[in-house]
């Protein structure tokens, strides 16, 4: 597991404020903190330390965090902080502008300069929920007077780099039970590398990242590609390169460079095999046929599915159906191999 689950619940009614106040004073730079709701304040936070960068996942009741100049002068961490916003909407006043963020959103602060984020509806009772990501200025191949141009702005998390940084940031949130902490420091170096990768796109400064920064960002477009086109039977490795304008042996080498020596062909089998297998489980889906299933995968040849699928679980695709419908307390966990 990564990370601590921390909650205002587990604290008595009287002090969760002041908890959640002193806890978030810790994990960002020193600000001030109000809300409405501080008499019986709820929110709970994952604090995930992930080697060169702190993500959190966190939901709260609105609020509103100021940090002022006299706060900067006395304390400076040097870092940035970004912010995925998904349930909600946040007012941010910072380096000059004055601007609104919705779910999808995301948006950077310099602990350098004064900001005041206020939850929308200040005065409402629905929560705020998001993905806060805390690193230094120093491990950001951006020049800071570049970053300037981006502080306070509405980036998209919905679209391209965005999109695959936002998947990932909830995707931590959601696994981080799973995950082990010895996968902290890689995963958190491949959360820096898209962050690098989005703010150098928005500034148009790709040239300034570095090689390995470029190819990882690119292995995770190439990965959501694959993704995204796993029911094409057709999809295979000179597709993706076609799709991404690189030669057929870059496309391997740096996909085995990201992925543990994982090759692009094992990788698309494993996501379609566990893709079936998820659907496998769905007591929505036990009339459907098992070829059916196997098709919408893109694995057409029911022989070679049921081969593949046996080699992966230890049981053909039909007994592993009917043993994990039959009952949830002994529903199969999953086997494959990498």
């Given at each position: 597991m990564i990370g601590t689950l921390i909650q205002t619940e587990d604290?008595?009614?009287?002090?969760?404020?002041?908890?959640?106040?002193?806890?978030?004073?810790?994990?960002?730079s020193p600000h001030d903190m109000s809300s409405v709701h501080a008499t019986d304040f709820r929110a709970e936070l994952r604090l995930m330390d992930m080697g060169p960068l702190n993500v959190w996942p966190t939901s709260f009741q609105p609020s509103r965090f100021r940090r002022g100049s006299q706060q900067v002068?006395?304390?400076?961490?040097?870092?940035?902080?970004?912010?995925?916003?998904?349930?909600?909407?946040?007012?941010?006043?910072?380096?000059?502008?004055?601007?609104?963020?919705?779910p999808g959103d995301l948006h950077v602060?310099?602990?350098?300069?004064?900001?005041?984020?206020?939850?929308?509806g200040h005065g409402q009772s629905q929560a705020v929920r998001g993905v806060g990501v805390d690193f230094p200025k120093a491990l950001l191949p951006v020049p800071p007077d570049r970053m300037r141009e981006l502080l306070g702005r509405p980036l998209s998390g919905r679209e391209g780099?965005?999109?695959l940084l936002s998947d990932l940031l909830v995707g931590l949130g959601r696994r981080a039970e799973t995950l082990r902490p010895s996968d902290a420091p890689r995963l958190g170096a491949v959360v820096l590398d898209l962050v690098s990768a989005l703010f150098a796109q928005e500034l148009e400064t790709e040239a300034a990242l570095s090689l390995e920064t470029r190819?990882?960002?690119?292995?995770e477009h190439i990965r959501?590609?694959?993704?995204?086109?796993?029911?094409?039977?057709e999809l295979a490795p000179p597709m993706i390169a076609a799709a991404h304008h690189i030669s057929l042996s870059y496309l391997h080498r740096i996909f085995q460079q990201s992925c543990q020596g994982e090759t692009v062909a094992a990788w698309i089998r494993r996501q379609r095999l566990e893709g079936a297998r998820r659907d496998l489980t769905q007591r929505a889906l036990h009339g459907?046929?098992?070829?059916?299933?196997a098709a919408r995968w893109g694995l057409p040849r029911a022989s070679g599915f049921t081969r593949a699928f046996r080699a992966a679980y230890g049981l053909s695709p039909r007994e592993y159906q009917l043993q994990a419908l039959s009952s949830p307390a002994e529903k199969p966990e999953p086997t494959l191999a990498r």
């Amino acid at each position: 597991m990564i990370g601590t689950l921390i909650q205002t619940e587990d604290v008595p009614m009287a002090d969760r404020f002041e908890f959640w106040r002193d806890l978030v004073g810790q994990t960002r730079s020193p600000h001030d903190m109000s809300s409405v709701h501080a008499t019986d304040f709820r929110a709970e936070l994952r604090l995930m330390d992930m080697g060169p960068l702190n993500v959190w996942p966190t939901s709260f009741q609105p609020s509103r965090f100021r940090r002022g100049s006299q706060q900067v002068r006395r304390s400076d961490p040097e870092t940035y902080h970004l912010t995925l916003l998904l349930e909600g909407g946040l007012g941010l006043d910072h380096a000059g502008r004055n601007t609104v963020h919705g779910p999808g959103d995301l948006h950077v602060v310099d602990s350098s300069r004064p900001y005041d984020l206020r939850s929308d509806g200040h005065g409402q009772s629905q929560a705020v929920r998001g993905v806060g990501v805390d690193f230094p200025k120093a491990l950001l191949p951006v020049p800071p007077d570049r970053m300037r141009e981006l502080l306070g702005r509405p980036l998209s998390g919905r679209e391209g780099t965005g999109a695959l940084l936002s998947d990932l940031l909830v995707g931590l949130g959601r696994r981080a039970e799973t995950l082990r902490p010895s996968d902290a420091p890689r995963l958190g170096a491949v959360v820096l590398d898209l962050v690098s990768a989005l703010f150098a796109q928005e500034l148009e400064t790709e040239a300034a990242l570095s090689l390995e920064t470029r190819q990882h960002a690119l292995v995770e477009h190439i990965r959501l590609f694959i993704r995204q086109n796993l029911h094409d039977p057709e999809l295979a490795p000179p597709m993706i390169a076609a799709a991404h304008h690189i030669s057929l042996s870059y496309l391997h080498r740096i996909f085995q460079q990201s992925c543990q020596g994982e090759t692009v062909a094992a990788w698309i089998r494993r996501q379609r095999l566990e893709g079936a297998r998820r659907d496998l489980t769905q007591r929505a889906l036990h009339g459907t046929p098992i070829h059916a299933v196997a098709a919408r995968w893109g694995l057409p040849r029911a022989s070679g599915f049921t081969r593949a699928f046996r080699a992966a679980y230890g049981l053909s695709p039909r007994e592993y159906q009917l043993q994990a419908l039959s009952s949830p307390a002994e529903k199969p966990e999953p086997t494959l191999a990498r």
